[in-house]
């Protein structure tokens, strides 16, 4: 079993950033791709960007150019760098983990991003 912690979320004016941290526990050396997700009111889960072990990243539309995925295989730990954050990027963020040897997926419990002035 492996449990994601998020961290870094909270209130920042636009055009501000923000750095979230997942790190993972547990049989995290069974963790293949990471990525983080988020959810606004009203709104359904999306894709915010994905990395794998290798390092190769996909990001969405929206936040390409001012988002950075990385991660530190050693620490199990997946980052989200925001720059020039959008009150439309207010959400929570949530983690999320796929286990290469089975078809699961895990997830953080969120974290809150909320950007207004």
């Known amino acids: 079993q492996v449990q994601l912690v998020e961290s870094g979320g909270g209130l920042v004016q636009p055009g501000g950033s923000l750095r979230l941290s997942c790190a993972a526990s547990g049989t995290a050396f069974n963790i293949g791709a990471m990525g983080w997700y988020r959810q606004a009111p009203g709104k359904q889960r999306e894709v915010v960007a994905t990395?794998?072990?290798?390092?190769?990243?996909n990001y969405a539309d929206p936040v390409k150019g001012r988002f950075t995925i990385s991660r530190d295989n050693a620490k199990n730990t997946v980052y989200l760098q925001m720059n020039n954050l959008d009150p439309e990027d207010t959400a929570v963020y949530y983690c999320n983990a796929q286990d290469q040897l089975r078809p699961i997926d895990y997830w953080g419990k969120g974290t809150q991003v909320t950007v207004s002035s």
């Open positions: 990395i794998t072990r290798g390092i190769r990243t």
